[in-house]
């Protein structure tokens, strides 16, 4: 069975940072481009960072909000994929999802996790 558990949310204070884990079971992830999305409340789901297969990440294509603050990272030795986060404003807000997505010949074989929250207030 596989699955994606997510972890290190919770209630921070403006300015301060967080680490998002990702814990893959029951999949190789080091063959997989994985990603973190999140949701606010009202929102719709957004792409915040993507790592490849090869190490390589969409940095260009983060959103301008969490540039220069979040940066992703995977340990493939541990199945794991992290998401730094510093500067953490209100807006970042959120259930913070992970995806892995593996494109193959016969199609395409994608995982999402429960979420985590992560809330930002004084």
């Known amino acids: 069975q596989v699955q994606l558990v997510e972890s290190g949310g919770g209630l921070v204070q403006p300015g301060r940072s967080l680490r998002l884990s990702c814990e893959a079971t029951?999949?190789?992830?080091?063959?997989?481009?994985m990603g973190w999305y999140r949701q606010a409340p009202g929102k719709q789901r957004e792409l915040v960072a993507q790592?490849?297969?090869?190490?390589?990440?969409?940095?260009?294509d983060y959103p301008d909000s969490v540039k220069g603050r979040f940066t992703i990272s995977r340990d493939n030795a541990k199945n794991t994929m992290y998401l730094q986060m510093n500067s953490l404003k209100p807006e970042d807000t959120a259930v913070y999802h992970c995806?892995?997505?593996?494109?193959?010949?016969?199609?395409?074989?994608?995982?999402w996790g429960q979420g985590t929250q992560v809330t930002v207030s004084s």
């Open positions: 995806n892995a997505r593996l494109q193959w010949s016969a199609g395409i074989d994608e995982y």
């Open positions: 029951g999949i190789d992830s080091s063959l997989y481009d």
């Open positions: 790592i490849m297969s090869d190490g390589s990440t969409n940095y260009p």
